[in-house]
T-cell receptor, first 113, second 117 residues
Framework: AQSVTQLGSHVSVSEGALVLLRCNYS??????LFWYVQYPNQGLQLLLK??????LVKGINGFEAEFKKSETSFHLTKPSAHMSDAAEYFC???????????FGSGTKLNVKP | DVKVTQSSRYLVKRTGEKVFLECVQD?????MFWYRQDPGLGLRLIYF???????EKGDIPEGYSVSREKKERFSLILESASTNQTSMYLC????????????????FGAGTRLSVL
């Protein structure tokens, strides 16, 4: 069975500080891993995805994530938070022929001025 | 750009009504998905479809049905709406045959916020 755990339903950082959003997954086969962002009253937008080509994946808006197989983790980071980063972030794993996704419960990022 | 369009952003319905949520994608994607999103629970898969007239139950199909008569359109049906179906509903599509950067990505609509009174 696949599952995704996001530690911390709310994370608050100051503008300019490091952003770290945690994601751990369980998968019996090599997964595809994704981070999506959701701004208020909008759908989900892809930030980045891991597909085994490289363990460090760079995404949009300065975000990146590192795949660590030994830790079954795919944490999202950004060196310097911006006010516009305030949103909800979802980690997801995809397995199987039908490209089913399993989502974490989400982390709301608050950026303080 | 891939576009997934959900017909309504906001809907208010009464208990017992039959409700249709419509989703259209313009990228000839084989796979389409319906999720509901509730605070603290993330996105939960209701139904998905991998081809016209084909459907599979997701994790929470009870109280819902779906229809896919054309490749571009995937409808979610609440046969008799109940207050516990008040939620945000998100549609997504993907193409397993896409290569490169598009492979395995799900593209989402803006969502329909449904209130059942």
């Amino acid at each position: 069975a696949q599952s995704v755990t996001q530690l911390g339903s709310h994370v608050s950082v100051s503008e300019g500080a490091l952003v770290l959003l945690r994601c751990n997954y369980s998968s019996s086969v090599p997964p595809y891993l994704f981070w999506y962002v959701q701004y208020p009253n909008q759908g989900l937008q892809l930030l980045l995805k891991y597909t085994s080509a490289a363990t460090l994946v760079k995404g949009i808006n300065g975000f990146e994530a590192e795949f660590k197989k030994s830790e079954t983790s795919f944490h999202l980071t950004k060196p310097s938070a911006h006010m516009s980063d305030a949103a909800e972030y979802f980690c997801a794993v995809s397995v199987g022929n039908f490209n089913k996704f399993y989502f974490g419960s989400g982390t709301k990022l608050n950026v303080k001025p | 750009d891939v576009k997934v369009t959900q017909s309504s952003r906001y809907l208010v319905k009464r208990t017992g009504e039959k409700v249709f949520l419509e989703c259209v994608q313009d990228m000839d994607h084989e796979n389409m998905f319906w999720y509901r999103q509730d605070p603290g629970l993330g996105l939960r898969l209701i139904y998905f479809s991998y081809d016209v007239k084909m459907k599979e139950k997701g994790d929470i199909p009870e109280g819902y049905s779906v229809s896919r008569e054309k490749k571009e359109r995937f409808s979610l049906i609440l046969e008799s709406a109940s207050t516990n179906q008040t939620s945000m509903y998100l549609c997504a599509s993907s193409s397993p045959g896409s290569g490169g950067l598009a492979k395995n990505i799900q593209y989402f609509g803006a969502g329909t916020r449904l209130s059942v009174l």
